[in-house]
């Protein structure tokens, strides 16, 4: 936050003011495209927020994946109560609110300082610019104490966050593979030696691998989105059917991981195959980008890649389970009750706010 302060503060004295209202205002003026939430047909940055999607298509499938089916999320909800996990998840809600204050305020000054010539220098790297560069010139504003508060905060996030993660890949790999098929017989204590010989390996391999990914290009975000969109589609259609009809089947399940994950890398090979996709355009499904060569190709935004693929699994697993008609039930189904959707009025609230200054947000920067 104070980085956001003293950002819009340097932005505004380029127009011989003071103030972060004035900073934002500037950068109203000067960066307007910037500030555009749902993009255009002809907006270069189409195929990474296709329109509407980022409504009412695919980007559904990436936060209720990410949030209903992740285990890094769904282990601190699943510690609490119904009303503490509620709650907790509520709290989450306003925070992620900050986000765009936090985050993208200062990277649209960043831009603007920049368009000025004020962080030429600094946003160069091996002769170019360099945009990661943006938010580490930035914390550069802040005096010493604060910058070195800054910097520590980033670290803690960083570290709390992989150790989630690690911690996420130990238990699947360990009760899901090792116990179950490698070693049925194991003991606690070696679970556990597992567990950390795991984390240890899966740290090795990503240190070595990341650098060949390409995230450079598109930015972590962006990259890490995109390639879970791959077997997110199919793992969400699996969670949906699997908790809430009984009718779903394990052949269904296996379908959609299965069946989604290859209709995701088909559908995301369709431009290297040239396949022409001009009928669908109209439709938003399509769009033209430009290689690096000058040959034009037509590119499925990965959003709504997502949302093709939920679709699919979603169908196939319903006429699977129909062809397996004569077998029981799913007994693993929840039982779906009126009553666990019933919120207490404060959470209800709460809720309502969040949703309310989410369409206002995009009401004005539509």
């Not at 914390?139 to 070195?148: E, M, Q, S, T, W």
């Not at 905060?153 to 570290?159: D, F, H």
Request: hydrophobic content about 50%; overall charge positive.
């Amino acid at each position: 936050m104070v980085t956001t302060y003293l950002a819009l503060s340097k932005v505004a004295q380029l127009n011989g003011q003071e103030g972060i209202i004035n900073g934002f205002n500037y950068m109203m003026h000067g960066a307007n495209d910037h500030f555009h939430m749902i993009l255009k047909r002809d907006n270069p940055d189409y195929p990474s927020l296709p329109g509407l999607t980022v409504l009412i298509g695919g980007m559904w499938i990436v936060n209720l994946n990410y949030w209903g089916c992740n285990q890094y999320i769904t282990q601190r909800a699943l510690g609490a109560n119904l009303k503490t996990a509620r709650s907790g998840i509520l709290f989450a809600a306003f925070l992620k609110l900050l986000m765009p204050v936090i985050v993208v305020l200062p990277g649209i000054a960043a831009y603007v300082l920049h368009q000025k010539g004020l962080l030429h220098q600094e946003m160069m790297q091996a002769g170019e610019t360099n945009p990661d560069r943006a938010y580490p010139v930035l914390l550069n504003l802040l005096p010493a104490g604060l910058k070195g508060l800054s910097i520590a905060a980033l670290t803690a996030a960083i570290v709390a966050s992989l150790a989630g993660k690690v911690n996420s890949i130990s238990t699947i790999f360990t009760l899901d593979i090792y116990k179950k098929h490698l070693n049925k017989e194991a003991s606690e204590k070696k679970l556990v030696s597992t567990g950390k010989l795991v984390v240890l390996l899966a740290m090795i391999i990503g240190v070595i691998i990341a650098p060949h990914l390409g995230i450079d290009k598109k930015g972590g975000f962006e990259f890490i989105q995109e390639y879970t969109g791959f077997v997110s589609p199919g793992i969400f259609a699996m969670f949906i059917l699997g908790f809430f009809w009984k009718k779903a089947t394990s052949n269904a399940a296996l379908f959609a991981t299965i069946g989604g994950f290859s209709l995701s890398f088909i559908l995301k090979k369709l431009p290297v195959w040239g396949v022409n996709l001009e009928g669908l355009k109209n439709i938003g499904f399509s769009s033209l980008i430009t290689q690096a060569d000058g040959s034009k190709l037509w590119e499925i935004p990965f959003l709504d890649r997502m949302g093709i693929v939920f679709g699919f699994c979603i169908i196939g697993m319903a006429i699977i389970s129909y062809l397996e008609m004569g077998k029981q039930n799913n007994p693993k189904g929840l039982e779906v009750d009126r009553s666990m959707f019933k919120t207490s009025p404060s959470f209800t609230v709460g809720a309502l706010i969040i949703v309310g200054v989410l369409t206002a947000l995009y009401s004005i920067f539509w």
